[in-house]
């Protein structure tokens, strides 16, 4: 590992730089704190650039399978403010992409394996203890649709989201190692499971269940019909509200599935008539009484209830181009991982490799998964998550490329 490389890291600005980025994760439940946190591991990057700038500059060169997605989607969102129908209304919302910064903090301050199992690590017990208080609102009448329970978080949907992108990340350790009875991550995965099936989120439930799925396909392919009655029996064991929660999912009466259907017919519309930069920037929330069905639920709503449908509303065709470009380079990258560790067990290193790969790749399934029935995307706290996993996958490529041949070459 060269000097160059790793001075930077090693340096007393550079570990606050980790500390802080590390930070601005473990305490999103607390987004004054959370966003303090960033704008220090910000302010720590000059520090620990001195004297290394031109090596830093090479080095981030290396990643440009995600930063060059990266910079077309603020772009592209630059465009669709200067594009948008109404630009000081869509302005505002420009600061939106500040969030994106993670992404390049994760590049810049993630160095090493060791690094990204900490940071991890520390995501599943801010998930745990969120879904401890979560569960402990059992107590004071939270639980029904009328007030769910949401942990420390403002919005149940936030409060899923990150409890299933943390699950993920469990179960792909627990499917690429051994398991140990000591091991703490087995309690933290039945109380954040518990909590994420109290939450009555559906989105999150299908999302857990597709990528559960994509698991299987992975690990245990021939096996995966073999997995029907268990997932049968499995939800015959589930609480009542759960099961009946999970039956509203295929009602097409239910009022939330006919409002989300209309949000769709209303979004369709929106991106027919602006198809290449969109209506712009916090527009189609703005316009939805315009276009929304005379039969619909809700005369105005927040936003669209879907990621892939706000993105291509706000920028076009174009806008959501960028977003699965940002999303997919990521999901190939990691699934490339995944398969070249594989191939490569068991050499010495790569059981580490594997489960990191398969959970970042997992996290970001279930979380596009999730995207088709939330816009989780302009979740702050959902969208840092992401954007850890998002760089994840290159961060173990280019510790890979370190430590010499690649793992499975």
Same mark, same amino acid.
């Given at each position: 590992?060269? &000097?160059?490389?790793?001075?930077?890291?090693?340096?007393?600005?550079?570990?606050?730089?980790?500390?802080?980025?590390?930070?601005?994760?473990?305490?999103? !439940?607390?987004?004054?704190?959370?966003?303090?946190?960033?704008?220090?591991?910000?302010?720590?990057?000059?520090?620990?650039?001195?004297?290394?700038?031109?090596? &830093?500059?090479?080095?981030?060169?290396?990643? $440009?399978?995600?930063?060059?997605?990266?910079?077309?989607?603020?772009?592209?969102?630059?465009? $669709?403010?200067?594009?948008?129908?109404?630009?000081?209304?869509?302005?505002?919302?420009?600061?939106?992409?500040? #969030?994106?910064?993670?992404?390049?903090?994760?590049?810049?301050?993630?160095?090493?394996?060791?690094?990204?199992?900490?940071?991890?690590?520390?995501?599943?017990?801010?998930?745990?203890?969120?879904?401890?208080?979560? /569960?402990?609102?059992?107590?004071?009448?939270?639980?029904?649709?009328?007030?769910?329970?949401?942990?420390?978080?403002?919005?149940?949907?936030?409060?899923?989201?990150?409890?299933?992108?943390?699950?993920?990340?469990?179960?792909?350790?627990?499917?690429?190692?051994?398991?140990?009875?000591?091991?703490?991550?087995? !309690?933290?995965?039945?109380?954040?499971?518990?909590?994420?099936?109290?939450?009555?989120?559906?989105?999150?439930?299908?999302?857990?269940?597709?990528?559960?799925?994509?698991?299987?396909?992975?690990?245990?392919?021939?096996?995966?019909?073999?997995?029907?009655? !268990?997932?049968?029996?499995?939800?015959?064991?589930?609480?009542?509200?759960?099961?009946?929660?999970?039956?509203?999912?295929?009602?097409?009466?239910?009022?939330?599935?006919?409002?989300?259907?209309?949000?769709?017919?209303?979004?369709?519309?929106?991106?027919?008539?602006?198809?290449?930069?969109?209506?712009?920037?916090?527009?189609?929330?703005?316009?939805?009484?315009?276009?929304?069905?005379?039969?619909?639920?809700?005369?105005?709503?927040?936003?669209?209830?879907?990621?892939?449908?706000?993105?291509?509303?706000?920028?076009?065709?174009?806008?959501?181009?960028?977003?699965?470009?940002?999303?997919?380079?990521?999901?190939?990258?990691?699934?490339?991982?995944?398969?070249?560790?594989?191939?490569?067990?068991?050499?010495?290193?790569?059981?580490?490799?594997?489960?990191?790969?398969?959970?970042?790749?997992?996290?970001?399934?279930?979380?596009?998964?999730?995207?088709?029935? &939330?816009?989780?995307?302009?979740?702050?706290?959902?969208?840092?998550?992401?954007?850890?996993?998002?760089?994840?996958?290159?961060?173990?490529?280019?510790?890979? #490329?370190? /430590?010499?041949?690649? !793992?499975?070459?």
């Amino acid at each position: 590992m060269s &000097e160059a490389f790793t001075a930077p890291a090693r340096s007393d600005s550079g570990r606050f730089g980790f500390a802080t980025f590390a930070l601005h994760l473990w305490t999103m !439940v607390a987004l004054a704190i959370s966003n303090a946190a960033l704008l220090l591991s910000i302010a720590a990057v000059p520090f620990a650039l001195r004297g290394y700038l031109r090596a &830093e500059i090479a080095r981030l060169r290396r990643f $440009s399978k995600t930063l060059n997605p990266l910079a077309f989607c603020v772009l592209v969102g630059f465009l $669709s403010v200067v594009f948008s129908l109404d630009p000081e209304w869509s302005l505002p919302q420009a600061r939106e992409m500040f #969030g994106l910064v993670t992404l390049p903090l994760a590049l810049f301050w993630v160095r090493d394996t060791e690094r990204l199992r900490k940071v991890m690590d520390g995501v599943v017990i801010m998930a745990a203890v969120s879904a401890l208080w979560g /569960l402990g609102q059992f107590l004071n009448g939270y639980g029904d649709l009328e007030q769910r329970i949401r942990g420390p978080f403002s919005h149940y949907m936030t409060f899923a989201g990150v409890l299933l992108m943390a699950n993920l990340v469990l179960l792909a350790r627990f499917a690429c190692r051994k398991p140990r009875i000591n091991d703490w991550r087995w !309690v933290a995965c039945a109380v954040i499971t518990a909590a994420l099936l109290g939450s009555l989120t559906r989105s999150s439930w299908v999302a857990l269940g597709g990528t559960l799925f994509v698991l299987v396909l992975l690990r245990r392919p021939k096996s995966a019909l073999a997995w029907i009655p !268990v997932a049968v029996v499995a939800l015959a064991l589930l609480a009542a509200p759960v099961r009946q929660r999970i039956v509203s999912i295929f009602d097409l009466q239910d009022p939330s599935n006919y409002d989300r259907l209309s949000m769709l017919d209303a979004g369709l519309e929106m991106i027919w008539e602006r198809p290449f930069f969109g209506l712009g920037l916090g527009m189609p929330e703005r316009l939805y009484p315009i276009y929304r069905p005379l039969a619909a639920p809700r005369r105005s709503v927040p936003h669209m209830h879907n990621t892939y449908l706000q993105v291509a509303a706000e920028g076009g065709m174009i806008g959501l181009g960028a977003y699965l470009w940002l999303i997919g380079a990521s999901l190939l990258a990691g699934y490339r991982g995944y398969r070249r560790c594989l191939k490569a067990l068991p050499r010495p290193g790569s059981k580490c490799f594997l489960e990191l790969y398969l959970g970042s790749f997992l996290a970001l399934i279930g979380f596009s998964l999730a995207g088709l029935f &939330e816009a989780n995307w302009l979740d702050t706290e959902v969208q840092r998550l992401a954007l850890l996993f998002v760089a994840t996958p290159f961060i173990l490529d280019a510790q890979e #490329g370190r /430590l010499g041949p690649r !793992v499975g070459q």
